[in-house]
């Protein structure tokens, strides 16, 4: 008998407390993000599975794409918050600014880089056009550490404003390669 009245007032408690929770208003939270990848999974999510709401909040999505673009706009006052890649974190804060990341969703860089079919070798690349999103952003970070790695010289970095303007350069002969985000973990050829 104890045990089903313990029972029935944990129940009622839960009761109270659900019907306490959906009756607070929610917190509304504008929350750019970009650019889209894996790194984006987890907001788009959370968003559908209605964890936020779940928590209290009233979280507004905005792709915005570009990573230089989300600091400008938390710089602003627009977002407090928000989910993007680490290269204009770092950039931020080597000129004084004061935005900081709370963590990193993946341990390496996803992103990788679509060439002209006559481009077979990596040493290819040098001499070459190659179209990124935005300077300062995760696909501007990712192609110059790949230049640096491979001690590639006169590759000339164009900013494109993003991945479907890169495409369209790429396919009118434009530029010679371009970097986009993976949506899957893509494991380099042996």
């Not at 990848?37 to 964890?51: C, T, Y």
């Not at 002209?116 to 070798?121: F, T, Y």
């Not at 696909?139 to 000339?156: C, G, H, P, Q, S």
Request: proline share 5%.
């Amino acid at each position: 008998m104890h045990k089903v009245i313990c029972h029935l007032i944990a129940f009622v408690l839960m009761l109270c407390t659900t019907e306490f929770l959906s009756s607070q208003e929610l917190t509304k939270l504008p929350f750019p993000y970009g650019p889209l990848g894996l790194n984006s999974i987890p907001w788009v999510v959370a968003k559908e599975r209605r964890f936020f709401e779940k928590n209290g909040l009233d979280v507004d999505m905005v792709y915005v794409g570009a990573s230089a673009v989300i600091v400008q706009s938390m710089l602003s006052g627009s977002a407090n918050v928000a989910g993007f890649g680490g290269p204009a974190v770092i950039t931020n804060v080597l000129r004084g600014g004061d935005i900081i990341q709370v963590a990193a969703m993946a341990p390496y860089f996803t992103q990788s880089l679509l060439v002209r079919p006559d481009i077979r070798d990596i040493k290819n690349l040098q001499g070459k056009k190659i179209g990124i999103t935005r300077f300062g952003s995760v696909t501007d970070f990712a192609l110059r550490t790949l230049i640096e790695r491979y001690n590639l010289k006169d590759v000339n970095i164009l900013q494109m404003g993003g991945f479907p303007e890169a495409v369209a350069g790429l396919s009118r002969g434009a530029i010679d390669g371009a970097v986009r985000m993976i949506v899957q973990r893509e494991l380099p050829r042996r």
